[in-house]
């Protein structure tokens, strides 16, 4: 009977891998879009300078002040390289199998950080467990954005991986330490505040490994890669530039990066509760605190703690800055629900399994949709509308926060606009028009007044719109309606 249940037990835990695996697969299509804009405008649109789709990079400040590294940008360029001599020139088969290289990737290092938990024994080897680690939505949202924070955190855990795979041979591989340093390298040549991810983590093993010398070579060969970064970036920018020292120079000394906006010290503390994942969120930070605070002895308390007191005491805040911490958000809850556990407090952790579920598959709908609604947009023109008539109402759809995402709509057809005043008149002297808008108001005027118009593509169901007056006032849809 004992045999029955842990086979039973094996089986749901490799269906949930599976499931994460498909899943890592399928997200990158339906998941399309940017985070935050740096993720578009610092990696795709230089993509699109080196892939001469677009003709300078001078108009994105970091790149006239040199301040952004290369390395990851091309990657994604050899990857489309590759596809164009397989004579694949669509933009969004291009995003595609980048977001679907960066998911299994993502994937990988799921897998790794769970091998690392349970040797580590942080946790232990349960469905629950293993349903945390593998489907919650944070993380499978995470591993299909293009962004620095994604692929510099993948490659940090794989780091973390091959230290401890170097540290548990019984003899000594030294091609493990030296795999290790190699994925801390990329993961700081990436995203430079990684540097202070590994950082923590070495001190660790100075401190309660005595591992001096191991940490020499590992300092070593980082050195060098950040060096080869160097390189890197001098193909990127066609000059000589240290490009370390100009991102804190810029940054730190300048102060740009407070330009941006200032927050309180508590701003993470309080997000992470109350607008990260919620109501998930708030147990992600009980169980960060209760974690720290009962294995301060822990690698991951050294981590956690030393970025959350660095990014605390920055002036300007983003969540996004600390996806490092949040990626292990799946052993922070079952750190605290073992804890409750502990306590005996079983109809308690019942209750909050429950609750983590539901909300987890609440969250996954979201997954569903694009993540930039604009984006979507342009995929449904490429593939539908691109010999067509394309007119928008006050707001030019291929525009984004003043910024032009050449990336996409180079291969476009052109959009012109129609003045508000003149829209019926202008229906009804053409044929065989879409029009673009973003305000309900607009096209529900169309639909009413004219017979010969109709939806064909909407970024959100237009139920879903229609079920809160405020969000029909909101410009947070994407219609477009075509009149013959």
């Not at 700081?188 to 070495?202: D, G, K, N, W």
């Not at 539901?358 to 569903?368: P, Q």
């Not at 006032?473 to 994407?478: A, L």
Request: net charge positive; charged share 15%; aromatic share 22%.
């Amino acid at each position: 009977m004992q045999n029955i249940t842990r086979m039973n037990s094996l089986n749901l835990h490799q269906i949930f891998i599976f499931l994460s695996f498909i899943l890592h697969i399928f997200l990158p299509y339906t998941n399309i879009g940017y985070y935050s804009m740096d993720e578009h405008f610092q990696i795709l649109e230089p993509l699109a300078y080196k892939l001469e789709i677009r003709n300078q990079i001078d108009d994105i400040w970091e790149f006239e002040a040199a301040i952004r590294p290369w390395i990851q940008i091309y990657f994604y360029y050899y990857i489309i390289l590759i596809l164009i001599e397989l004579s694949i020139t669509n933009p969004f088969i291009w995003i595609y199998v980048i977001q679907l290289v960066l998911s299994i990737i993502g994937f990988l290092s799921t897998y790794f950080l769970y091998r690392i938990a349970l040797k580590q024994r942080i946790i232990s080897q349960n469905n629950f467990n293993s349903y945390l680690f593998f489907l919650l939505i944070f993380i499978l949202f995470i591993h299909v954005r293009t962004s620095a924070e994604n692929l510099s955190i993948s490659l940090f855990i794989f780091g973390i991986y091959f230290i401890f795979k170097f540290l548990n041979q019984e003899k000594t591989k030294i091609y493990f330490l030296i795999l290790a340093s190699i994925f801390f390298g990329g993961s700081i040549l990436i995203r430079f505040q990684m540097a202070f991810l590994i950082l923590p983590f070495y001190l660790w093993l100075l401190f309660f490994k005595r591992l001096l010398f191991i940490s020499f070579i590992s300092f070593i060969v980082i050195s060098l890669l950040l060096i080869v970064g160097l390189l890197i970036d001098y193909f990127g920018y066609g000059f000589l530039n240290n490009t370390y020292y100009k991102y804190y120079y810029f940054n730190i000394v300048l102060g740009i990066f407070d330009n941006f906006g200032v927050d309180p010290w508590w701003f993470y503390f309080s997000n992470i509760v109350i607008k990260f994942f919620p109501p998930i969120g708030f147990f992600i930070f009980l169980g960060l605190l209760l974690f720290v605070y009962k294995s301060p002895k822990s690698f991951l308390s050294w981590i956690v703690v030393f970025n959350l007191l660095l990014f605390s005491y920055l002036g300007h805040k983003e969540i996004r800055f600390i996806f490092p911490v949040l990626i292990f958000s799946p052993i922070f809850l079952i750190y605290l629900f073992n804890f409750l556990e502990e306590k005996k407090l079983y109809n308690v952790v019942k209750y909050l399994k429950v609750t983590v579920i539901v909300f987890n598959l609440l969250f996954f709908i979201l997954l569903l949709f694009p993540a930039e609604r604009q984006i979507h947009l342009y995929r449904y023109i490429y593939y539908n509308l691109n010999e067509s008539k394309i007119y928008y109402l006050k707001e030019n759809p291929y525009i984004i926060d003043g910024l032009k995402p050449i990336f996409y709509v180079n291969s476009l057809i052109d959009t012109k606009e129609i003045k508000i005043s003149d829209l019926d008149s202008f229906i009804k002297d053409n044929r065989n028009i879409n029009i673009i808008t973003n305000e309900f108001k607009y096209y529900d005027l169309i639909l009413r007044n004219h017979k010969d118009c109709k939806k064909i593509f909407s970024t959100y169901p237009e139920k879903l719109i229609l079920l809160n007056e405020n969000w029909k006032k909101r410009k947070m849809n994407w219609f477009i309606v075509q009149c013959n």
